[in-house]
């Protein structure tokens, strides 16, 4: 009996390590748009890449179909996420509406500690931004703003803002493509934890709004241009 429990738990184990496995590897592809939007993924190539069932690669789009990375189609099967720009508006809308509430609450009970942290993180990437990536930026982008909601406490808030911020990092990228963009956006994270760290909750909120720039003509170009690059195929 204990031998047959031990199998139970091994093999559950490399189930949710292989489920794990290809939710990674579809996520990104659809993260990147490497399948191209309104692609039927086709879930016995996916098993056979990945060496595993496609038990569990169905497992993953299930959960990839909750996050909104895949559609599902009934008797058609599973495709790649279709955008419109009306959707990564919305989302951005979304983020805006969380992230206020992330920097109110840790300007009134972060810990002074962490804040002092971040801060000195991103005093050094502004030390060292010519040398910093596009790619590495954008992960240095979400993981600032995924600090400053742990500041809060307030885990549903992360999950929600995680899922926000892989569905919109492909126009996220178009956004500091120029180097004068880039400067800036490194020196706007620098001036929202320091208006965290003196605990004004006004200039925080403000230095956000300007920082993601929900509502500005640039932010709607970047989505215009994000739609073009993704939908290109279907244009020549």
């Known amino acids: 009996m204990k031998k047959q429990n031990k199998q ?3 093999l ?8 794990k496995r290809a939710y990674d ?28 069932s496609r038990v569990p690669v169905r497992e993953a789009l299930n959960r990839l179909l909750v996050g909104g990375f895949v559609a599902f189609d009934p ?5 790649c996420r279709k955008f419109s ?9 979304v983020r805006l509406d969380l992230e206020i509430g992330t920097v109110k609450q840790a300007c009134q009970r972060g810990n002074e500690h962490d804040i002092a942290s ?15 990536s596009q790619d590495e930026l954008i992960q240095l982008d979400e993981l600032f703003h995924m600090r400053i909601a742990a500041l809060s406490g307030n885990m549903e808030r992360i999950f929600v803002l995680q899922n926000i911020f892989e569905r919109i990092r492909f126009v996220r990228k178009i956004n500091i493509e120029q180097e004068s963009r880039r400067d800036t956006f490194v020196d706007e994270h620098v001036g929202i934890i320091e208006a965290i760290l003196k605990r004004d909750e006004t200039l925080a909120t403000e230095l956000l709004e300007y920082h993601l720039g929900v509502n500005s003509q640039e932010l709607k170009e970047n989505i215009s241009m994000g739609m073009l690059r993704i939908y290109a195929a279907d244009i020549i």
Not at 26 to 32: E, K, N, S
């Open 85 to 93: 720009e009306s959707e990564v508006r919305e989302l951005y809308a």
């Open 75 to 79: 008797g058609r099967g599973f495709f």
């Open 12 to 19: 559950k184990e490399m189930s949710t390590v292989a489920v």
């Open 8 to 10: 139970d738990r091994e």
């Open 25 to 52: 590897y579809i996520r990104d592809m659809a993260i990147d748009f490497s399948i191209h939007p309104g692609e039927q993924i086709n879930e016995t190539e996916v098993a056979s890449h990945l060496e595993m």
């Open 118 to 132: 971040i801060l000195s993180d991103w005093k050094q990437v502004a030390a060292i931004r010519s040398s910093v």
